[in-house]
């Protein structure tokens, strides 16, 4: 008997069934429309960009011209790359442009999807952001697709990191921008950092398009993005802590592999205390629970995880002396990304590297609030359902799965579980040869590069040919991938998740073009290509025989997105394939979530070595452990996303104000304003409300007056005069300052005044920002401990934030003020170099932003060459010919001759 939810959904269709039709009207007018697109010459199609623009700004909606734009659009791509969308993708485009997230299985061109979407909104002229997952994808899709945009008549630009300043300010201009998340986040923190309006990048957040949406929307939230600087060298310290970790027992400490967390037993603290005395890392007679033992707390928390949670060859790998971390959802290396708090410096100490300085936080955003930024957001993946619930929850959006093209004929096997690795990998070693002797490619996915690296070991022993994708193999990824599908080809890959290169049956025919082309630069293309084709379709038929590529995972993920994604590689298109996973008891996912129950199972079965189990149940069960770590992940992330949205207000309130000082064109209302409270402050402390004249703290006064407006007033003869009360006391001093301000205008001159307060205000504001991101890190760290006293951290994390934030803007305002009382009149010249000077200090605090490599947690910034054309040497005496003039600077310290570089990028660049 059916259930009512059954019924209903045979009657009624399912909600993704209802969206699918709501389509199927546009699409028919799309298709309606095509011959007469098909009429129109190549400066038709543009002219009929120049109609759309011109309706859109006589108010016409952008849902009135998509069957028109989307039409134009297919017929552009279909004269310049000579793909013609299917309606399945003109559907992922309606929904796209609807600001959903269009589920397309992968080879469905979603590429080629997010050309119409982009095409319809760049329309308005406001810009669009297409977001990939890494520079190659941004570059290649750029390119790819630049040539359509190019035919309706739009500009198309790319981002990346490390790109002249103009290149990308003009990338930033064109209709269409392609760049990946990383870039695009720190730009925006680079833009917040900016002195001028002209040298900002970004013109506003109208409509995303993110492709890999689940990839960057959530693998990636939990991860903020951390423009920093160089702090003080602690190398020592981690060192003589490195030294002691190996030496603690399983009693000192505990580790929950579930929650991936350790901590020190009481005993260990005991141990250690006793041990940091000796190594001189702790003073005799001071004990680890002290407040002045904070610090050595810390690097000892961080030097326990770095030996026991994060592995070599799985968390990071050691590069040219470098610890170089893998993401775990990709497998790529993350050149540049570091951990933060002092964690990879631990690494570096275990590893035996070279410990680059901890860095300070300059400015931090997390994916989470950067994306919500935008007027419209949409996102594009081949598996988005499994995480439906967070995509509505944190960005309000909605997942809706396309229909595949042609039906999926891709064979999914059940899971086979069996008792050890060793069993597990002996079977693996098998089905792979099987498959390769009857000439079926095979990519083979692991969950990390050591274990890539062993099965690639068992192959060798058994002669059967293959090839590694993982970070080390970084740079051939794209050769590797295409050549997976050729006949009996083996692949091991490391983490398939968003390539973002088809694995084509027979091999990607394109890619043995060009090799064919680059080795033959005097043959006819022609006769090269027509050859290469009708291999192709031989080698095709070959594998669509032996039943299409076979996807063998040796373990699940955490998450069941990974795995699919890695199940979605085979079967494009409608073409033949085969998916299977073999597990083992031993497999972190079997060992941590429950695989005792499993093994006396199995054991009561009476299970033979070499066997394996085969059962839905045993799926089910593996979906449910699964569901239950992708639930605690999603937690983290709106655990995260609570504190994060906390400093978001304040980041948006001081971004917000940065923006309207550098618009701008004169501040005396803003300074005026600022210096009025700075003086009812000092009255309401010195001479409070209610109160008589014989009760003020009148040489209090008279100090503070000096100290922060710079004038000397006869406060103590008005205190003794008869009728002067507060409110008195309050225009007198204002009026005095005011007289000041009005003598320092007349004499700088009117223009350069204006400049020097812009200027004061910023460098003031950024200054103080970075001192509250400190303060605000430090409170985070602290306020979980308020949870022993019946007080939820987030409220109080809210409250305190709240109070410092006032109180960073009170002294925001006694700053700016001080020191605009006190700059002094002087000749053209000096005014000139006081400008600079404020500048230059300011174009110093961007430096460590100027260049902040993509992707990092908290990044070496690469600074930019020179800040300012006029150089200040930073150390007195310095000389570019005498190194004992230089000082000591660090390697990731300002170079003494004042260029705003680092040190290791100028003069202590290594010959």
Same mark, same amino acid.
């Given at each position: 008997?059916?259930?009512?939810?059954?019924?209903?959904?045979?009657?009624?269709?399912?909600?993704?069934?209802?969206?699918?039709?709501?389509?199927?009207?546009?699409?028919?007018?799309?298709?309606?429309?095509?011959?007469?697109?098909?009429?129109?010459?190549?400066?038709?199609?543009?002219?009929?960009?120049?109609?759309?623009?011109?309706?859109?700004?006589?108010?016409?909606?952008?849902?009135?011209?998509?069957?028109?734009?989307?039409?134009?659009?297919?017929?552009?791509?279909?004269?310049?790359?000579?793909?013609?969308?299917?309606?399945?993708?003109?559907?992922?485009?309606?929904?796209?442009?609807?600001?959903?997230?269009?589920?397309?299985?992968?080879?469905?061109?979603?590429?080629?999807?997010?050309?119409?979407?982009?095409?319809?909104?760049?329309?308005?002229?406001?810009?669009?952001?297409?977001?990939?997952?890494?520079?190659?994808?941004?570059?290649?899709?750029?390119?790819?697709?630049?040539?359509?945009?190019?035919?309706?008549?739009?500009?198309?630009?790319?981002?990346?990191?490390?790109?002249?300043?103009?290149?990308?300010?003009?990338?930033?201009?064109?209709?269409?921008?392609?760049?990946?998340?990383?870039?695009?986040?720190?730009?925006?923190?680079?833009?917040?950092?900016?002195?001028?309006?002209?040298?900002?990048?970004?013109?506003?957040?109208?409509?995303?398009?993110?492709?890999?949406?689940?990839?960057?929307?959530?693998?990636?939230?939990?991860?903020?993005?951390?423009?920093?600087?160089?702090?003080?060298?602690?190398?020592?310290?981690?060192?003589?802590?490195?030294?002691?970790?190996?030496?603690?027992?399983?009693?000192?400490?505990?580790?929950?592999?579930?929650?991936?967390?350790?901590?020190?037993?009481?005993?260990?603290?005991?141990?250690?205390?006793?041990?940091?005395?000796?190594?001189?890392?702790?003073?005799?007679?001071?004990?680890?629970?002290?407040?002045?033992?904070?610090?050595?707390?810390?690097?000892?928390?961080?030097?326990?995880?770095?030996?026991?949670?994060?592995?070599?060859?799985?968390?990071?790998?050691?590069?040219?002396?470098?610890?170089?971390?893998?993401?775990?959802?990709?497998?790529?290396?993350?050149?540049?990304?570091?951990?933060?708090?002092?964690?990879?410096?631990?690494?570096?100490?275990?590893?035996?590297?070279?410990?680059?300085?901890?860095?300070?936080?300059?400015?931090?955003?997390?994916?989470?609030?950067?994306?919500?930024?935008?007027?419209?957001?949409?996102?594009?993946?081949?598996?988005?359902?499994?995480?439906?619930?967070?995509?509505?929850?944190?960005?309000?959006?909605?997942?809706?799965?396309?229909?595949?093209?042609?039906?999926?004929?891709?064979?999914?096997?059940?899971?086979?579980?069996?008792?050890? @690795?060793?069993?597990?990998? %002996?079977?693996?070693?098998? $089905?792979? #040869?099987?498959?390769?002797?009857? =000439?079926?490619? /095979? !990519?083979?996915?692991?969950?990390?590069?050591?274990?890539?690296?062993?099965?690639?070991?068992?192959?060798?022993?058994?002669?059967?040919?293959?090839?590694?994708?993982?970070?080390?193999?970084?740079?051939?990824?794209?050769?590797?991938?295409?050549?997976?599908?050729?006949?009996?080809?083996?692949?091991?890959?490391?983490?398939?998740?968003?390539?973002?290169?088809?694995?084509?049956?027979?091999?990607?025919?394109?890619?043995?073009?060009?090799?064919?082309?680059?080795?033959?630069?005097?043959?006819?293309?022609?006769?090269?290509? @027509?050859?290469?084709?009708? %291999?192709?379709?031989?080698? $095709?038929? #070959?594998?669509?025989?032996?039943? =299409?590529?076979? /996807? !063998?995972?040796?373990?699940?993920?955490?998450?069941?997105?990974?795995?699919?994604?890695?199940?979605?590689?085979?079967?494009?298109?409608?073409?033949?394939?085969?998916?299977?996973?073999?597990?083992?008891?031993?497999?972190?996912?079997?060992?941590?979530?429950?695989?005792?129950?499993?093994?006396?199972?199995?054991?009561?079965?009476?299970?033979?070595?070499?066997?394996?189990?085969?059962?839905?149940?045993?799926?089910?069960?593996?979906?449910?452990?699964?569901?239950?770590?992708?639930?605690?992940?999603?937690?983290?992330?709106?655990?995260?996303?609570?504190?994060?949205?906390?400093?978001?207000?304040? #980041?948006?309130?001081?971004?917000?104000?940065?923006?309207?000082?550098?618009?701008?064109?004169?501040?005396?209302?803003?300074?005026?304003?600022?210096?009025?409270?700075?003086?009812?402050?000092?009255?309401?402390?010195?001479?409070?409300?209610?109160?008589?004249?014989?009760?003020?703290?009148?040489?209090?006064?008279?100090?503070?007056?000096?100290?922060?407006?710079?004038?000397?007033?006869?406060?103590?003869?008005?205190?003794?005069?008869?009728?002067?009360?507060?409110?008195?006391?309050?225009?007198?001093?204002?009026?005095?300052?005011?007289?000041?301000?009005?003598?320092?205008?007349?004499?700088?001159?009117?223009?350069?005044?204006?400049?020097?307060?812009?200027?004061?205000?910023?460098?003031?504001?950024?200054?103080?920002?970075?001192?509250?991101?400190?303060?605000?890190?430090?409170?985070?760290?602290?306020?979980?401990?308020?949870?022993?006293?019946?007080?939820?951290?987030?409220?109080?994390?809210?409250?305190?934030?709240?109070?410092?934030?006032?109180?960073?803007?009170?002294?925001?305002?006694?700053?700016?003020?001080?020191?605009?009382?006190?700059?002094?009149?002087?000749?053209?010249?000096?005014?000139?170099?006081?400008?600079?000077?404020?500048?230059?200090?300011?174009?110093?605090?961007?430096?460590?932003?100027?260049?902040?490599?993509?992707?990092?947690?908290?990044?070496?910034?690469?600074?930019?060459?020179?800040?300012?054309?006029?150089?200040?040497?930073?150390?007195?005496?310095?000389?570019?010919?005498?190194?004992?003039?230089?000082?000591?600077?660090?390697?990731?310290?300002?170079?003494?001759?004042?260029?705003?570089?680092?040190?290791?990028?100028?003069?202590?660049?290594?010959?």
């Amino acid at each position: 008997m059916l259930g009512f939810g059954t019924l209903a959904k045979k009657v009624f269709g399912t909600p993704n069934d209802r969206k699918i039709k709501a389509t199927r009207p546009a699409v028919e007018r799309i298709n309606a429309l095509e011959p007469e697109f098909e009429a129109l010459d190549d400066a038709g199609l543009k002219a009929k960009t120049e109609e759309l623009k011109s309706r859109i700004s006589e108010g016409e909606s952008l849902d009135a011209i998509l069957p028109e734009a989307f039409a134009n659009c297919r017929e552009a791509a279909k004269r310049t790359l000579g793909l013609r969308a299917f309606d399945v993708q003109l559907m992922g485009g309606i929904f796209l442009h609807q600001g959903n997230i269009s589920e397309m299985k992968t080879g469905e061109g979603k590429t080629l999807v997010a050309t119409f979407p982009a095409y319809l909104n760049a329309l308005t002229g406001k810009g669009v952001h297409i977001v990939t997952v890494n520079d190659y994808l941004a570059r290649r899709d750029a390119d790819w697709m630049g040539k359509v945009y190019g035919a309706l008549g739009l500009t198309t630009g790319v981002v990346y990191p490390r790109q002249p300043e103009d290149e990308k300010r003009d990338a930033y201009q064109c209709d269409i921008t392609y760049a990946t998340n990383n870039e695009l986040g720190f730009d925006y923190l680079r833009d917040n950092m900016k002195s001028e309006l002209n040298q900002m990048y970004q013109r506003g957040h109208y409509f995303a398009i993110v492709d890999e949406v689940d990839s960057i929307l959530i693998d990636e939230a939990r991860t903020p993005l951390i423009i920093s600087g160089p702090a003080d060298d602690r190398s020592n310290l981690y060192q003589g802590i490195d030294v002691l970790i190996p030496e603690l027992t399983e009693e000192h400490f505990e580790l929950d592999e579930k929650t991936r967390s350790v901590s020190f037993t009481d005993a260990g603290n005991e141990f250690l205390e006793s041990r940091l005395v000796e190594a001189g890392l702790l003073p005799e007679g001071q004990t680890l629970y002290d407040p002045e033992s904070t610090t050595v707390v810390h690097h000892l928390s961080q030097g326990l995880r770095a030996h026991k949670l994060y592995q070599k060859d799985k968390e990071y790998i050691v590069r040219d002396g470098e610890v170089v971390l893998i993401d775990e959802f990709t497998g790529r290396m993350m050149p540049g990304r570091r951990l933060s708090e002092g964690l990879h410096q631990a690494i570096e100490a275990k590893e035996g590297c070279q410990i680059q300085p901890e860095n300070v936080t300059l400015a931090s955003v997390t994916f989470q609030n950067y994306f919500r930024l935008y007027e419209k957001l949409s996102g594009m993946t081949g598996t988005a359902s499994t995480e439906a619930e967070e995509f509505a929850e944190i960005y309000g959006l909605g997942v809706v799965e396309v229909p595949t093209n042609k039906p999926i004929a891709r064979v999914d096997e059940d899971d086979k579980v069996y008792r050890t @690795a060793e069993e597990k990998f %002996a079977a693996i070693v098998e $089905e792979i #040869r099987l498959a390769h002797e009857k =000439g079926q490619p /095979v !990519l083979v996915g692991t969950t990390s590069i050591d274990k890539s690296e062993m099965l690639s070991s068992l192959l060798e022993k058994a002669g059967l040919k293959h090839n590694v994708l993982n970070a080390r193999q970084h740079e051939q990824e794209a050769q590797i991938v295409g050549d997976a599908g050729l006949p009996g080809a083996v692949t091991i890959a490391t983490n398939m998740a968003g390539r973002g290169t088809d694995i084509k049956l027979g091999g990607n025919f394109e890619m043995k073009v060009q090799q064919a082309l680059d080795a033959e630069p005097n043959g006819n293309p022609e006769e090269i290509r @027509a050859r290469i084709e009708a %291999a192709q379709s031989e080698a $095709e038929a #070959r594998v669509k025989e032996a039943g =299409g590529l076979f /996807v !063998l995972a040796t373990e699940r993920h955490e998450s069941r997105r990974i795995d699919n994604q890695l199940r979605g590689r085979s079967g494009r298109q409608g073409d033949p394939g085969r998916s299977s996973f073999f597990l083992s008891l031993d497999d972190d996912l079997m060992r941590i979530f429950g695989s005792e129950r499993l093994d006396k199972v199995l054991s009561s079965l009476g299970m033979k070595e070499g066997e394996a189990i085969v059962h839905p149940w045993v799926n089910k069960s593996l979906e449910r452990a699964q569901s239950k770590v992708e639930g605690r992940n999603f937690d983290i992330r709106k655990q995260l996303l609570k504190f994060d949205d906390v400093m978001n207000d304040q #980041r948006k309130v001081i971004f917000g104000q940065r923006r309207e000082i550098m618009e701008a064109d004169d501040l005396t209302e803003v300074t005026e304003d600022m210096r009025e409270e700075v003086i009812d402050d000092l009255v309401d402390t010195y001479a409070p409300p209610k109160s008589y004249a014989d009760q003020w703290n009148v040489e209090g006064l008279d100090a503070a007056i000096k100290s922060s407006l710079n004038i000397a007033l006869p406060v103590a003869d008005w205190a003794e005069e008869d009728g002067v009360d507060q409110e008195i006391l309050r225009e007198r001093i204002a009026e005095a300052s005011d007289k000041l301000m009005a003598e320092k205008a007349e004499a700088f001159g009117s223009d350069a005044l204006r400049q020097i307060e812009k200027q004061v205000l910023l460098q003031t504001i950024d200054a103080k920002w970075r001192e509250h991101l400190l303060t605000l890190e430090h409170l985070r760290s602290v306020v979980g401990f308020r949870g022993y006293a019946q007080r939820d951290p987030l409220n109080e994390y809210k409250t305190e934030a709240f109070q410092l934030f006032e109180s960073m803007l009170e002294s925001l305002r006694a700053d700016v003020t001080q020191k605009l009382c006190q700059i002094q009149p002087m000749s053209e010249e000096q005014r000139q170099q006081l400008v600079e000077q404020l500048r230059r200090q300011q174009s110093q605090a961007q430096a460590a932003a100027a260049q902040a490599p993509a992707g990092a947690t908290n990044p070496e910034s690469e600074a930019a060459g020179p800040a300012v054309a006029a150089r200040e040497p930073l150390v007195e005496g310095f000389d570019e010919t005498d190194e004992s003039t230089w000082g000591n600077p660090g390697r990731n310290a300002p170079c003494p001759c004042g260029s705003g570089q680092k040190f290791k990028h100028c003069h202590g660049r290594l010959a």
